[in-house]
C-alpha cells in the first residue's frame, strides 16, 4: 500500500525560527480538535494539525486497532512512517525543514506520537503525550534518543490504560534516552486543565522563544 496524504491545518507563526507543535487528535477527532489546547500552551510556534487517516466506523483515527486497547502494530509501523514522511513533505514545502518538531498528541493521536519516538528516537526535538499507551508490546529499539524531553500524563483513573503498561512504558522511554518528565493525574481518559498547564510550563521550560 501506498503512503497517502493526510487532511491538515497549518497555521504559521510571525516568528521564521519557532519550532512546530504536530497536533494529533484522538479517536472520532480531527485536525481542528487540538488547536485551541495548542494556542493555550504557545501563542509563538508554527501549528501543523493532522487528521488520521483510518476510519474505524466513521470516527478518524491514526492507525487501526483489533480492539480497544489491542492495536494492529503492522498498521501503525506503516501510518508511522506514512506521517513521517508526510510531516517531512509538508514542512519542506513551507521552507521548515530545519525547524524543530514537536508531537502534541491525544489518546490515539499519543499512540502514533509515541510510535514515532520508538521508531525514530531522533527525529522529534520533543512530545507531549496526554493519556498514552505503550505502542508497541516487543519494540523494535534501534538507536538512542539524544536527550529528547517527553512530557507524559496519564489519568489514574483511567480505564481504557492498565497500570502496569503505563509503567513499562515509562521504562522503556527512560531506557531509549527520553528526558521524561511524568504527571499521574487524578482523572479519568478525559484532558483537564491541570494537563494543559503542565504542558505549558513544560514548552516554556524545554522551548524557551523570546
Ligand atoms: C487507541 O489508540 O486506541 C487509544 O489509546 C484508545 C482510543 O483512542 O480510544
Not at 95 to 117: D, F, P, R
Not at 142 to 152: H, R
Not at 155 to 178: A, H, M, S
Not at 183 to 207: C, G, Q, R
Request: proline share 7%; glycine share 6%.
Amino acid at each position: 500500500m501506498d503512503f497517502q496524504p493526510l487532511k491538515y491545518i497549518l497555521e504559521l507563526s510571525k516568528k521564521p525560527n519557532a519550532p512546530v507543535l504536530v497536533l494529533l487528535h484522538g479517536t472520532g477527532g480531527d485536525e481542528q480538535d487540538l488547536i485551541p489546547l495548542a494556542k493555550d500552551i504557545t501563542k509563538d510556534f508554527h501549528l501543523l494539525s493532522l487528521r488520521g487517516n483510518v476510519n474505524e466506523g466513521g470516527m478518524p483515527r491514526f492507525f487501526r486497532r483489533i480492539r480497544m486497547g489491542v492495536f494492529d502494530e503492522k498498521d501503525l509501523a506503516f501510518r508511522t512512517d506514512e506521517m513521517k514522511v508526510f510531516i517531512e513533505k509538508v514542512l519542506q514545502e513551507n521552507h521548515l525543514e530545519n525547524a524543530k518538531i514537536i508531537a502534541v498528541g491525544y489518546s490515539n493521536g499519543a499512540n502514533i506520537a509515541g510510535a514515532t519516538l520508538l521508531k525514530y528516537p531522533n527525529f522529534l526535538a520533543g512530545a507531549i503525550l496526554f493519556r498514552p499507551m505503550l505502542p508497541f508490546q516487543a519494540p523494535e529499539l534501534s538507536e538512542k534518543a539524544q536527550q529528547v524531553p517527553v512530557f507524559f500524563s496519564n489519568g489514574k483513573n483511567d480505564p481504557t490504560v492498565p497500570p502496569k503498561d503505563t509503567t513499562t512504558y515509562l521504562e522503556i522511554l527512560k531506557e531509549q534516552g527520553f528526558e521524561v518528565e511524568h504527571h499521574a493525574l487524578p482523572t479519568s481518559h478525559n484532558l483537564t486543565y491541570n494537563d494543559v498547564e503542565l504542558a505549558k510550563i513544560w514548552l516554556e521550560k524545554y522551548f524557551p522563544i523570546n
